[in-house]
């Protein structure tokens, strides 16, 4: 699910299993909102989905004394701003993928680092302001960001180190989250409680450069635009 607050352009990306999973999450959306910007969302705009318009839905707009607006079936025309995003969110998570040379099936943290990446770049819309000062009225850091599937090393200092045991693993890929100022990475096999050793030898080092990267094909999204004040 893709949410897009229509006054600042900031993006919020929400990967479902379901579409059953929309209004949970446009629920706990609603309160993270709330409590950390300390805004109300006055109207909901979103496409024809059977996932808006249903009866728990439109209760729940209701007691939080927000609009309802729903697009016409089959005219994306009304739909420019979210389609938009959408198509540049989709060519961000190819290029991510493509470059790491890694499979469709870690779309998800291609999703995750393509909207953080797309929050904290410049835009035109804003006067080449970035979409996070515009939310957050400061402006971002760049010093965190690493290269998107690269190699890197997760050391498991919590467990107990002997002079011979080994330190250093060999990782999967790594990624940067949404919430964090750390940098993720998938190991294998998994390590708990490990910190990253990022070598600058090894940035440009994409561990699965080596197999064969099928095209991403994108699917229909379920987009909703906000107006916070």
């Known amino acids: 699910m893709v949410i897009l607050d229509d006054c600042s352009h900031h993006l919020w990306t929400f990967p479902l299993r379901l579409k059953s999973d929309t209004f949970s999450t446009l629920a706990n959306f609603f309160v993270h909102v709330t409590t950390q910007y300390g805004a109300t969302i006055k109207a909901v705009q979103c496409d024809n989905g059977r996932e808006f318009d249903n009866s728990s839905a439109r209760t729940f707009f209701l007691t939080h004394g927000a609009h309802l607006r729903m697009s016409c079936p089959y ?63 400061v402006p971002p850091t760049y010093d965190h960001l690493r290269v998107f599937g690269c190699a890197c090393y997760p050391t498991s200092l919590p467990q107990p180190l002997t002079s011979l045991r080994r330190v250093l693993h060999s990782v999967f890929f790594s990624a940067t989250p ?6 993720a990475a998938l190991t294998v096999p998994p390590i708990e409680s490990s910190s990253l050793v990022m070598c600058p030898l090894t940035r440009a080092r994409f561990p699965l450069l080596s197999r064969l990267v099928l095209p991403v094909r994108p699917t229909s999204s379920s987009w909703m635009m906000l107006l916070l004040t």
């Open 178 to 183: 949404l919430t964090t100022r750390d940098t």
């Open 75 to 137: 005219t994306s025309s009304q739909n420019g701003k979210a389609e938009r995003v959408i198509r540049s969110t989709n060519d961000i998570i190819r290029s991510l993928l493509f470059q790491a040379s890694m499979p469709p099936s870690y779309w998800v943290e291609a999703l995750g680092v393509a909207t953080y990446l797309r929050n904290i770049l410049p835009t035109k819309t804003l006067g080449f302001a970035t979409l996070h000062s515009a939310l957050h009225r």
